[in-house]
């Protein structure tokens, strides 16, 4: 079929001509053996003929500066499913064409069968200014369309272009490799910026020919000056970036909270309605212990993946993302990271799901992948209720200040944890994490404007459809594989029964999980606690959450009100004893657990959206291995100080 390829600069409008042309019917697809995704689909039907598109991931010209952007040029000449494209659709910014014509002018030296789609002609306009598409054309050798992306004017004139080149035989040129050459780059500026003055026409002195016109065009949009006056100052700039973070991790953590919670109870009626109609064996706790709670496990992170592409999604269409990158881009770099390291990290405290999926907009490989290295450190929203527990015990109800200061301390830890990890990391460079590419922070600051609605939840819900799709599978795998553990051989042995409403407690005692633990004990002592304890750590690999939950079945609490489960499971953590009859909760055992769960990589979704977003299973075993010895051995380190300072 007749394969159209949409390329072009960032913040050109590219992806917006790409859904108008497409009717947003589109395909996430990953470049073969890497984790660079593309979008691809047919025209829409409403045109009249069948073509196929892509839309490439932005580039400024065809000399690659990453190992992310040499893939992405190797899949214009050549797509690894595709082949090469019949016609090239390139979008050019009018406000920037002179950078913009670079990429064109690659393009028609590369052979290719090129069309321009000049695109913000208001922001050329609002400098006085306009283009002569006409002379525009005739100076290229090829078809120039003015498109007007938000009223649609030009789709049609494009579409014309686009079905008379597929009518004509597919494309025969050969397509040639454009080379770095000093020299030869600076003969392009010269010819693009001779084709610019030809073809401009300024609104006040007709064709330019006076510096002062060049000067006008080339200059910065005022009302974007005025803004960046206030949002980029060392002060001011800090406060709203930080307010504006602040937001974005509230929204994702309160305004989705509800609707987790909903998705929550409807998995859980589900799996209490099937135990219901079918009675308790094994098949129907593999469906509602395995399968529906596994699907579940998936579905709860959603909302807050949603919200944290529609959020990120206005702040990058509005233009205002590049700048508080640019706001932290010098303090993180120390730390070997990117100015677009900070979004990401910032999300993480809310679920660290959606936050390594927002490490896509960091452009450099190697900051990316360190930067998804160190997200889970940040404590998220699933750790809070272990972190509630723990605290309870060590803080009376009365202390409510002093537990607010051990959260808040928790949370400063998490921080600072995640930091050295980066600074240590940094200074081993290739051990960890290859340096494939040359470390550099350039980034256009595009004008601001009203965000385009349509396009930005588009781009959230494919996101979104992406992670669902993705990591899904390996998420209901993982979990299919802790309940056969939490359930097998008892789940098939008549002898437990559900008589005194603990079967699922002597499910657990009776469990491979529990063989596992007690195996484990010697383990888990040095923590100061024992092998029901070690139970509820492995379950809770599953989700940090488990944890409670765990704890409440292995220290047979049957409450069905959360806030008297809490507090029964306290009452039985005081009393709890080990087998030598001291007690299994001191102060330096739960610091240690607290310390623990700080650090370990307790999170099946984690490690799977990790995998997927790196393309290999090498850097979640790397987390997996290193986070879980860290927090081990901290955690060990943390009860032995405790109990050398007289504190039980």
């Not at 196929?52 to 952007?69: F, K, N, V």
Request: charged share 15%.
């Amino acid at each position: 079929m007749f394969l159209v390829s949409l390329v072009g600069p960032p913040n050109s409008g590219k992806t917006t001509l790409f859904n108008l042309l497409s009717g947003q019917k589109v395909k996430t697809v990953n470049y073969p053996g890497a984790t660079i995704e593309y979008y691809h689909s047919k025209i829409d039907k409403k045109f009249g003929f069948d073509v196929e598109l892509i839309d490439t991931p932005g580039i400024i010209s065809l000399i690659p500066a990453s190992i992310d952007e040499i893939i992405t040029i190797d899949g214009i000449y050549s797509h690894p499913e595709y082949g090469t494209p019949d016609l090239i659709i390139t979008t050019v910014d009018a406000s920037q064409l002179s950078r913009h014509l670079v990429l064109v002018n690659d393009l028609i030296e590369a052979n290719f069968n090129v069309v321009v789609a000049i695109t913000m002609n208001d922001i050329l306009a609002r400098k006085n200014f306009e283009i002569d598409f006409s002379k525009l054309s005739n100076e290229l050798s090829i078809p120039v369309i003015k498109i007007d992306t938000l009223k649609e004017n030009g789709i049609d004139n494009l579409v014309k272009i686009i079905k008379d080149y597929s009518e004509k035989n597919k494309n025969q040129k050969e397509i040639k490799r454009i080379n770095e050459d000093t020299l030869a780059l600076v003969e392009k500026y010269n010819k693009i910026s001779e084709i610019e003055k030809k073809v401009m026409i300024s609104k006040n002195s007709g064709i330019i020919n006076l510096l002062n016109d060049f000067k006008n065009l080339h200059k910065p949009d005022d009302i974007s000056l005025k803004i960046d006056a206030i949002l980029l100052s060392k002060t001011w700039g800090l406060l709203f970036f930080f307010f504006a973070m602040s937001v974005t991790f509230a929204s994702v953590f309160w305004v989705a909270a509800p609707i987790m919670d909903l998705i929550d109870y409807g998995f859980a009626y589900i799996s209490e309605w099937i135990t219901t109609l079918f009675g308790i064996n094994w098949l129907t706790q593999l469906l509602a212990n395995g399968l529906v709670a596994g699907f579940g496990s998936v579905a709860v992170f959603v909302p807050q993946i949603l919200i944290l592409f529609l959020i990120l999604g206005l702040l990058e269409d509005s233009g205002y993302l590049a700048r508080g990158a640019m706001l932290v881009d010098k303090p993180l770099s120390k730390l070997g990271l990117n100015g677009r390291s900070f979004a990401p990290m910032v999300s993480g405290f809310a679920c660290a799901v959606p936050a390594i999926m927002a490490a896509r907009t960091i452009p450099n490989r190697r900051e990316r992948l360190l930067t998804i290295f160190i997200l889970p450190l940040l404590s998220c929203s699933a750790r809070i209720p272990v972190y509630l527990l723990l605290i309870g015990f060590l803080v009376p109800t009365t202390g409510s200040l002093t537990a607010g200061i051990i959260l808040a301390s928790i949370y400063l830890l998490s921080i600072v944890s995640s930091l050295v990890a980066a600074g240590i990391i940094n200074k081993f460079k290739n051990s960890i994490i290859p340096n494939q590419d040359h470390s550099s922070f350039i980034l256009e600051l595009p004008t601001y404007k009203k965000p385009k609605f349509n396009n930005v939840f588009f781009n959230a819900f494919t996101s979104t459809k992406s992670y669902i799709i993705g990591a899904g599978p390996i998420i209901l795998i993982f979990s299919i594989v802790l309940w056969a553990l939490t359930f097998f051989p008892a789940g098939i042995d008549n002898s437990i029964s559900n008589e005194n409403g603990n079967f699922e407690q002597q499910l657990i005692e009776n469990s491979y999980a529990s063989n596992i633990g007690k195996f484990l004990e010697p383990a888990v002592s040095p923590l100061g606690v024992d092998w029901r304890v070690g139970v509820a750590i492995i379950t809770s690999f599953a989700a940090r959450e488990v944890f409670v939950s765990s704890m409440a079945l292995m220290f047979q609490v049957n409450i069905s009100d959360e806030d008297s489960i809490q507090k029964s499971l306290l009452k039985n953590m005081q009393k709890a004893k080990k087998s030598d009859g001291t007690k299994v909760f001191t102060t330096s055992s739960i610091i240690g657990l607290i310390v623990f769960f700080i650090i370990a990589m307790q999170c099946v979704s984690t490690l799977a959206i990790t995998k997927k977003e790196t393309g290999s299973w090498r850097m979640p075993i790397l987390q997996f291995v290193i986070y879980t010895i860290s927090a081990y051995i901290l955690a060990v380190s943390s009860v032995n100080l405790i109990k050398f300072l007289g504190i039980a």
